[in-house]
């Protein structure tokens, strides 16, 4: 952030009067028109502090010596930004959340200065040195745990056990410093951790009545969607790094085991070998082959570099940073002898930034502190994470029996280990006395075929990894009733929703009369209801219907069953047809649709804009407000050395990870979902940050796949345009 003591003219802001944002990336100029000199700025002063007090009285607090400093802080930091306002009163509205710290360098909003004060302040007072530290964590393994899916369900399952178990991770950060401490990903506004917020930190549940997930059903629940990356970065204090770092691994580790657990308890209370509440005997299976199976999983990787590494000579006026110490920590990296600079250590803005930059008159524009050194310590601190993922632990687990039907990898869950040992059934053209034996035997998952075919298919035997995710939609659903106003059933993704989303909103536009054969149908086949798309959701209002249309998918998959005729499906694939198809002509009304699509979405130059890339940062004095930016160029006109500065690209800052995290949560949490779910048919199965996975009917595909681009890029066409006041 740019220093300045001038009180000339061009170095002052009156913003209410001239109101512009910049854009932290691209240096784009965002102007309100016609300004803001109608707004009382008294007014807005008492209006926030009757807001921030009423927040405080909500949360227990009374005078300073009885409140609970804690609760408050969490209260202030989540929602701080939301100022609550009369939609018609012509008041900030969502300028609120995006007012900026220095009007001066309006391209970061006060919010995030907040954020960034105060997650150094905490990481210095918990540090008995005052030093403060990043750290990097990162779980895995992400593409295998996630492929291994023979269903949709066990896809999004995947991808929302993976996302869960990244806030879990992040979670003792949280407990310990607050979730201000992540500088990445954002969390504030993230389902999950509201739910955090009330079950632990005790926040009162009505503060959050205006949230998406009060009050949405679980096919449009932002609960349902997973919404973390599988990494993230945190300001700690420098003395308890690997402290916090273990505390995370074990952590995650013990919750996925009990996870574990409570799969187990469910599969064996369903095939009747467990009373409900019955204490558990983990040394005996299937609790003891959980154990032995997640022992080690999820791999955590973390590294962290500190600040100290770059200590001040004067100590007093945090200036002249002696860097050695720095340099040696980032030889190895760069191939160079440690005496020798590398990195950031050699760019441009450090030869200049590391040095006093004065006006005329010999008034200080800029002073060099360890903040300057942040890309320096960020780059270091994401080389050390690297480096330690290519290090791949490996501890030997003794597999004996037969093995997971879906990975393949471990033996799958049983309750006597002596099952194990029987061939799994017969071969094509072959039959022997092993495999009449195996037909004979009832294991926990031939029962669990029999009364919960949703949690094993006949002939799926799985393992722990595999059983709790095809469980993670019940353990999920149960976990979150309790919060939620609608009622979560157990969530379940289908192909066939997603293929035949355009006739079932032909039928819902066209008929709504339900078939009572088919409805006869499915009540006898006791099908558990496939999510719906929120598009769909939102247009069902009657309760019943919205029931049969989810049913109707869930009816067709059931109906596939490899134990089923294939009569029985073609029986079934008529009776709907003849159930939302009655008013088509033509083709259409001969067939149901049976083709969907799958989306993936990377966003290209993450890794550069979050790195700091010249190729992906403004200048000096692109970020400066209009005013100041003309004023300054009359001033540094003939001063090569204020020239150089103003042209001098930004380095990377916390507040600049800040404010992408910031409009990466925007993105997936808003954006994309609107898009895949509002604007088309699809269902958004995995969106955190850049990466975005959807289903969609062969139909929306294109379309969303455009939307989508341009939503991310900032472009647009004159046919293309979002409207994004309507995005909350």
Same mark, same amino acid.
């Given at each position: ?176 410093? &607050? ?47 997973? /919404? ?76 962290? *570099? ?153 002939? !799926?035997?799985? #393992?722990?990894?595999? /059983? ?102 073609? *029986? ?24 969907? *699509? ?31 930016? !003309? ?56 969106? #955190? ?16 796949? &455009? ?22």
């Amino acid at each position: 952030v740019v220093k300045t003591y001038a009180t000339d003219s061009w170095a002052q802001v009156r913003w209410t009067q001239s109101p512009v944002l910049i854009h932290p990336l691209s240096g784009g100029q965002i102007e309100l028109k016609g300004g803001l000199s109608d707004t009382d700025i008294q007014d807005i002063k008492q209006r926030s502090f009757d807001y921030f007090a009423s927040l405080i009285e909500k949360v227990g607090g009374g005078s300073p010596a009885g409140s609970d400093l804690r609760k408050i802080f969490l209260a202030l930091w989540r929602f701080g930004p939301e100022l609550k306002e009369d939609k018609d009163s012509g008041k900030l509205g969502e300028l609120w959340k995006l007012l900026p710290a220095d009007t001066r360098v309006p391209d970061h909003s006060i919010w995030d200065h907040l954020d960034l004060t105060s997650a150094f302040a905490g990481a210095f007072a918990a540090d008995p040195n005052g030093e403060a530290a990043l750290l990097a964590m990162s779980i895995g393994p992400v593409q295998s745990f996630i492929a291994a899916a023979r269903k949709t369900e066990d896809l999004w399952a995947g991808s929302h056990l993976l996302s869960r178990l990244a806030w879990e991770t992040m979670k003792p950060v949280c407990e310990e410093l &607050g979730p201000d401490a992540v500088l990445f990903p954002r969390l504030r506004g993230i389902a999950q951790v509201d739910l955090w917020l009330i079950d632990q930190m005790k926040l009162p549940k009505d503060l959050f009545q205006d949230a998406p997930w009060w009050n949405e059903p679980p096919d449009a629940n932002p609960l349902f969607a997973a /919404a973390l990356p599988n990494r993230f970065v945190a300001v700690v204090p420098a003395s308890r790094v690997e402290e916090l770092a273990q505390r995370c691994k074990d952590h995650v580790r013990n919750w996925l085991l009990e996870r574990g657990y409570e799969t187990a308890d469910h599969l064996l209370e369903e095939a009747g070998f467990r009373q409900k509440d019955e204490p558990r005997d983990t040394s005996k299976p299937p609790y003891s082959q959980i154990t032995e199976q997640l022992s080690g999983f999820p791999e955590v990787h973390w590294a962290a *570099a500190s600040f100290a590494l770059a200590p001040p000579r004067n100590v007093a006026k945090q200036t002249d940073l002696d860097v050695s110490r720095l340099q040696e920590a980032m030889a190895p990296f760069f191939g160079v002898a440690p005496s020798e600079p590398a990195g950031f250590l050699t760019s441009d803005a450090w030869k200049l930034l590391s040095n006093e930059v004065s006006l005329p008159r010999g008034i200080r524009l800029w002073s060099p502190n360890p903040g300057l050194l942040y890309p320096a310590i960020y780059d270091l601190t994401e080389r050390v994470l690297a480096a330690a993922k290519s290090v791949r632990p490996f501890e030997q687990s003794v597999q004996e029996g037969w093995r997971c039907t879906l990975t393949g990898e471990t033996e799958w869950l049983t309750t006597d280990l002596a099952h194990l040992n029987i061939p799994k059934g017969s071969r094509k053209g072959r039959r022997d006395e092993h495999c009449q034996e195996r037909e004979r035997v009832e294991t926990l998952w031939t029962k669990i075929a029999g009364v919960r075919r949703a949690w094993a298919k006949e002939g !799926e035997h799985l #393992g722990a990894l595999p /059983a709790i995710k095809r469980l993670w939609p019940t353990l999920f659903s149960e976990e979150v009733r309790k919060y939620t106003r609608q009622s979560a059933e157990r969530f379940v993704v289908s192909t066939h929703t997603m293929a035949l989303a355009h006739q079932l909103e032909r039928w819902l536009a066209e008929d709504k009369q339900i078939h009572l054969k088919l409805q006869e149908e499915m009540e006898t086949a006791k099908v558990e209801g496939a999510a719906l798309p929120r598009k769909l959701i939102r247009q069902t209002v009657n309760e019943s219907v919205r029931d049969y249309l989810k049913a109707i998918p869930a009816y067709l998959d059931a109906m596939r069953e490899p134990k089923e005729e294939e009569q029985t499906y073609a *029986a079934a694939v008529k009776l709907v047809r003849e159930a939302i198809a009655s008013k088509e002509s033509g083709a259409a009304a001969a067939r149901l649709e049976t083709y969907y *699509a799958l989306l993936m979405m990377d966003g290209d130059h993450m890794g550069a804009i979050l790195s700091g890339e010249e190729r992906t940062a403004i200048s000096f004095l692109q970020s400066f407000h209009p005013m100041v930016r !003309e004023g300054f160029r009359r001033l540094s006109a003939g001063d090569s050395q204020l020239e150089k500065y103003g042209n001098q690209k930004r380095p990377v800052s916390p507040n600049r990870h800040l404010a992408i995290s910031a409009a990466l949560n925007d993105f997936s949490q808003i954006v994309a979902p609107h898009i895949v779910e509002v604007e088309h048919l699809g269902r958004l199965i995995y969106a #955190g940050g850049d990466d975005v996975l959807a289903m969609l009917p062969v139909a929306d595909v294109l379309s969303a796949m &455009g939307r989508l681009r341009l939503a991310y890029s900032g472009g647009s066409r004159e046919e293309d345009t979002i409207d994004w006041t309507a995005l909350r």
